[in-house]
Nanobody, 126 residues
Framework: QVQLVQSGGGLVQAGGSLTLSCVASGGIFRTLAFGWYREAPGGQRDLVASISAGGTSNYGDSVKGRFTISRDNAKRTVYLQMNSLKPEDTAVYYC????????????????????WGQGTQVTVSS
């Protein structure tokens, strides 16, 4: 069983930066794939970024060039660095982890993830 604890987030002005962290306990960290999702009020949970066990990253179109996902296996932590934030980035952000599956490298749909963090609010003011 994997537990995910998120930190970071908060209120920032447009154009600013924030970093979200997600610490995983349990499981074999280096074999897990991770994703960051976000859910705006009245919206669906959308993929922001994902990173494979080997470090291959994937981004949603709306955040490409502004957000960076990374992982530190020694610290059992996944990060989401968010730059040039826009009011439309306002949402609750969730960290998610997926167990390794044969032949699967990139995980892009929420149903593929096995564990979820508690969520953290990011609010970007204009």
């Amino acid at each position: 069983q994997v537990q995910l604890v998120q930190s970071g987030g908060g209120l920032v002005q447009a154009g600013g930066s924030l970093t979200l962290s997600c610490v995983a306990s349990g499981g074999i960290f280096r074999t897990l794939a991770f994703g960051w999702y976000r859910e705006a009020p009245g919206g669906q949970r959308d993929l922001v970024a994902s990173i494979s066990a080997g470090g291959t990253s994937n981004y949603g179109d709306s955040v490409k060039g502004r957000f960076t996902i990374s992982r530190d296996n020694a610290k059992r932590t996944v990060y989401l660095q968010m730059n040039s934030l826009k009011p439309e980035d306002t949402a609750v952000y969730y960290c998610a982890a997926a167990n390794a599956r044969a032949g699967k490298i990139v995980y892009t749909t929420s149903g593929e993830y096995d564990y979820w963090g508690q969520g953290t609010q990011v609010t970007v003011s204009s």
